[in-house]
Each structure stands twice: as structure tokens, then as C-alpha cells.
């Protein structure tokens, strides 16, 4: 039982490369969400999606782009990047449309340095 | 605009006390609240969904209580463990799509 499934654990960037985060889960959720976590800062919303088609700004989407071709996979890119983008980020699904409504669950997340 | 407050924000006690974790928000019109946790170097694990007509939850030796007009839900841990040493976060709900997250309560539990 996989549930939310992150790649890589650990990269590091120098400034102005890009990358993309990987998000799969295999609990057929509607839902899926990226946050970032940062020191002092807490948990903030990046972008997320209701479903495949289907996706929508967070708090921080500046510099990050998404998309939902399938259920089961949500990859965030980032498309050049910053030392501000250095975080540690974390995907989450939820079952059922209203993910604020629903038990979330969290990936183990994807630890990001940008030089 | 909703923000949940978690005080203190780390917390240091020994094995076998009875503990209660404090979370609070400011927008009562909540649909439901949620208790996390995060050991260092891990993702969230989800403790216990609270909804908005509930008054309380419990799993094991954990017990969250919701009181929607005072804007405040405890998680209480019974007898204490090492192994319980980690970060406990809360989240409430924001619209139907987004979770606002305290910024925890880093809890050691000193054998």
C-alpha cells in the first residue's frame, strides 16, 4: 500500500536550472496538493487540482507550474530556479472533490537546495 | 482570513504524563479540523478528522475535541512514550479546496 509517492527525496539546483517534482498516489483520490514547508513559515499552498484537467493556485504559485493528465500523477515544475525556492516540499491527495473537507495525506517529501 | 495559532510552539516533559496540545482559529465557521504529525524528516501523518458536528475524536491514546464557538480544539495524549516525540500540527479548512496549518508544537517525551 504506497499511498502518496515523492521523487527524488533529495536535489540540489543552481540557480536558474529547472526540475520537476514527482507526485504519484495510488488511492484513486480526487484531490492532490503541493505545499511547501519552511522554517518559521509553516505548511504554504503552491497549487492544486480536483481532478485530471483540472488545477488551481495556492498561496506561492509564483515560479511553479503544474498539471493533472492522469488521477493518480501531479508533478509540480519548477521552471528556473531561485535560492527563495530552497524547501522542502510536500505532495498531498485527499478523497473526494472538496480537499479541505477530506483526511489528507502527505508524501514523505522532496528536499530542495538551490544554490 | 483564517489563521490557527498553536502555543507553545515546543514542549518538554516526562514519560507518562497526561499532555494537552492546544490549537486555535479564528474563523469558527469551520467544516472540519485536523490534528497531524511530523516526525523530523517525514512527511504529515494524519492523527484525527474532527467534523464540524463532532465534539470530540479518539484513536488509541489520542483524544481531539473541537469547540467551534470558542475557536479551539485540544489533543490530549494519555501516558506519554518516547516514541510520541515529534511535531503536532492542526489544520482547518479554508474555502473547500485549501488547509490553513499552525505551525506546530514540537513535543518531547524524555524517558
Known amino acids: 500500500n504506497a499511498g502518496v509517492t515523492q521523487t527524488p527525496k533529495f536535489q540540489v539546483l543552481k540557480t536558474g536550472q529547472s526540475m520537476t517534482l514527482q507526485c504519484a498516489q495510488d488511492m484513486n483520490h480526487e484531490y492532490m496538493s503541493w505545499y511547501r514547508q519552511d522554517p518559521g513559515m509553516g505548511l504554504r499552498l503552491i497549487h492544486y487540482s480536483v481532478g485530471a484537467g483540472i488545477t488551481d493556485q495556492g498561496e506561492v504559485p509564483n515560479g511553479y507550474n503544474v498539471s493533472r493528465s492522469t488521477t493518480e500523477d501531479f508533478p509540480l515544475r519548477l521552471l528556473s530556479a531561485a535560492p527563495s525556492q530552497t524547501s522542502v516540499y510536500f505532495c498531498?491527495?485527499?478523497?473526494?472533490?472538496?480537499?479541505?473537507?477530506?483526511?489528507?495525506?502527505f508524501g514523505e517529501g522532496s528536499r530542495l537546495t538551490v544554490l | 482570513k483564517q489563521e490557527v495559532t498553536q502555543i507553545p510552539a515546543a514542549l518538554s516533559v516526562p514519560e507518562g504524563e497526561n499532555l494537552v496540545l492546544n490549537c486555535s482559529f479564528t474563523?469558527?465557521?469551520?467544516?472540519?479540523l485536523q490534528w497531524f504529525r511530523q516526525d523530523p524528516g517525514k512527511g504529515l501523518t494524519s492523527l484525527l478528522l474532527i467534523q464540524s458536528s463532532q465534539r470530540e475524536q479518539t484513536s488509541g491514546r489520542l483524544n481531539a475535541s473541537l469547540d467551534k464557538s470558542s475557536g479551539r480544539s485540544t489533543l490530549y495524549i494519555a501516558a506519554s512514550q518516547p516514541g510520541d516525540s515529534a511535531t503536532y500540527l492542526c489544520a482547518v479548512p479554508r474555502g473547500s479546496e485549501k488547509l490553513v496549518f499552525g505551525k506546530g508544537m514540537k513535543l518531547t517525551v524524555n524517558p
Open positions: 474563523d469558527s465557521a469551520i467544516y472540519n
Open positions: 498531498a491527495s485527499s478523497p473526494g472533490l472538496a480537499g479541505g473537507h477530506g483526511e489528507l495525506f
